[in-house]
């Protein structure tokens, strides 16, 4: 049976199919994110990776643990969370 040139075969969709499939099955198991959460901790601040229980640093004052979170996140193309005393989100910035 004859294909015309701009007719893609079943088997062309299939494996395309099966491509993305794979790829997508990938990204999702990628498990958790690098972004760099600055929260306070006992007298200072800590940076701490997202989902992580343990921190990644301790700092005396926030504006030396956003640097640090700052290089970490934009290493990893992810995001810095900057919390309140409180523990509020204040500010997020965003390093994709």
Do not use: C
């Not at 601040?45 to 979170?69: F, L, P």
């Not at 970490?72 to 919390?83: E, G």
């Not at 409180?86 to 910035?93: A, E, L, Q, V």
């Amino acid at each position: 049976m004859p294909k015309s040139n701009n007719s893609r075969s079943w088997i062309d969709i299939l494996t395309e199919l099966v491509e993305l499939f794979f790829k997508s099955s990938r990204q999702s198991k990628r498990g958790r994110s690098w972004h760099q959460h600055v929260v306070p901790y006992k007298d200072g601040w800590a940076v701490r990776r997202e989902g992580n229980k343990r921190i990644t640093s301790k700092h005396r004052r926030q504006d030396t643990a956003i640097r640090k979170a700052k290089r970490l996140a934009r290493k990893r193309k992810a995001d810095v969370i900057i919390h309140r005393a409180d523990g509020s989100i204040r500010d997020r910035i965003n390093y994709d």
